[in-house]
C-alpha cells in the first residue's frame, strides 16, 4: 500500500489503500461522497462521471493511483447551494424520473457548458450521448442542458 494525497472537492484526503481500487470506490465508501453513483462498472454508462481537473471522467475504471496531483470534482462539489447552472436547470426543469444517472449526467453537462455557452442540439446530443438514462429522460436533459447553457452565459 502506497500513501496516496488526494484533493476532493477543495478538501485534502490522506489514504493508504489499495492503488488500483477505482475512485468511485474511494468516493463512495472512504469519502462519504454517495452522489456519484456505481452503474455498469466498464465506464459504458456514465452514471459514475466526475471531472479531473475540469475533465468528466469515469471514476468506476479509474484507479486511484492514476489521479495524481489533479484535483477531483463530485457532483457534491458542483456547488455547495445548488446555484450551478446545471443544478439550477435540472430543478427548472424537472429533469429527473428515478434519478440514479443524474449526476453523471449533471457532471458531463457542466464541463460542456463551460466550454461551450451556445451549444446547438447536435452539439448537446454528442456531448450526452455517452450516458445512459434507463428511465428514458434524455430529451428533458437536452432541454436542461440548453437552459443551463442559456444561463451561464
Known sequence: MAQLNLKING?????????????????????????????????????????????????????ISAIGEAEITTIEGLS????????????????????YCQAGQMMTAAAFIRDNKAPSEEEIEDAMNPHICRCGTYHRIRKAVKLAADKAK
Do not use: F
Not at 456505481?38 to 471514476?59: E, F, K, L, W
Not at 455547495?80 to 434519478?99: F, I, M, N, Y
Open 11 to 63: 478538501k485534502n484526503y490522506k489514504t493508504d489503500i489499495d492503488p488500483e481500487t477505482p475512485l468511485l470506490w474511494y468516493l463512495r465508501e472512504h469519502a462519504d461522497l454517495v452522489g456519484t453513483k456505481y452503474g455498469c462498472g466498464i465506464a459504458q454508462c456514465g452514471a459514475c462521471t466526475v471531472h479531473m481537473d475540469g475533465n468528466p471522467i469515469r471514476s468506476c475504471v479509474m484507479p
Open 80 to 99: 455547495t447551494d445548488g446555484s450551478h447552472p446545471v443544478q439550477q436547470a435540472w430543478d427548472e426543469l424537472d429533469v429527473p424520473q428515478c434519478g
